[in-house]
């Protein structure tokens, strides 16, 4: 958590998140050292850290605020930030952070704790977009990987959990493919008899420009981080959905949401600092 405005819409997610759940939330704040601005700048650690503090307890009172009753504690954490975040992923049931990193950028560099975070998380990662209040239906996209599979069964999991419709979207580049494209829809949703009721949707054309306009109407938006191509760090439609997506969008690792988790149940929200 870093007080921008991306970090406290990370806060109040997370509440709404952790009361879904009937989870505790916890809100972290990674504690790098001061930023001098030149090096004539003697560092003053001990103001720096209670700065720190201080934007811990914003948070907590912004979460607090937003959703009465979550069961919300702060905590300061020192060391490199992404290390930290990854950490708390093994233990927790969701990770919440900012997309600060997205704003002004046509570019996010893949040393991003933003980008670090969403790729190598043993958790799956919501990230923040504004102060939009929840409403419209669960989005899923697919494409036939495994990838996306999971993603499939988290959006299921996410919308029997608030009690919403789950809309399953696949993207066809060319009207040559639209055929192929339902038979996919069909079998990915057979894949998982919970989205039986699950509408589905083929779109035509860019899969990444497509998906960013079909999540204007979402609540939140639940994919894979590597498609069908696999092997890179983020996918080419994920880092778009990354740095464009309208509403919380929602990376999947591991277990699918609404497991048990092997070592823990604490969801964990911020925007850290790096």
Request: aromatic share 2%; charged share 20%.
């Amino acid at each position: 958590m870093n007080g921008t405005p991306a970090g406290l819409a990370a806060a109040r997610l997370a509440a709404r998140e952790a009361v879904v759940r009937g989870l505790p939330l916890r809100v972290v704040h990674v504690f790098t050292g001061q930023k001098t601005r030149s090096f004539d700048d003697a560092p003053d650690w001990p103001r720096a850290r209670r700065e720190s503090g201080e934007l811990v307890a914003e948070a907590v009172a912004t979460a607090s605020r937003a959703v009465p009753g979550v069961h919300v504690e702060g905590l300061l954490l020192d060391g490199p930030p992404v290390r930290e975040l990854l950490r708390q992923s093994r233990t927790a049931e969701l990770l919440v952070i900012g997309g600060d990193d997205c704003a002004g950028t046509t570019r996010l560099p893949t040393d991003s704790v933003l980008v670090q975070t969403v790729s190598r998380s043993r958790c799956p990662v919501a990230v923040a977009r504004g102060i939009r209040p929840p409403a419209g239906p669960v989005l899923t996209a697919t494409d036939g990987s495994p990838s996306s599979l999971l993603a499939l069964r988290t959006a299921a999991a996410e919308g029997r959990r608030r009690g919403v419709a789950v809309e399953v979207i696949h993207v066809a580049e060319t009207t040559d493919g639209e055929a192929s494209g339902r038979r996919l829809l069909e079998d990915a949703v057979a894949a998982v008899p919970e989205l039986r009721t699950a509408r589905t949707r083929l779109m035509i054309g860019e899969p990444a420009g497509n998906l960013v306009r079909a999540a204007r109407r979402g609540r939140m938006m639940i994919v894979g981080p590597r498609g069908a191509g696999g092997g890179t760090l983020l996918g080419g439609v994920g880092l778009q959905l990354l740095r464009r997506c309208a509403c919380p969008t929602v990376f999947v690792h591991g277990n699918p949401a609404g497991d048990t988790p092997s070592a823990g149940t604490v969801p964990t929200a911020g925007a850290l600092i790096s």
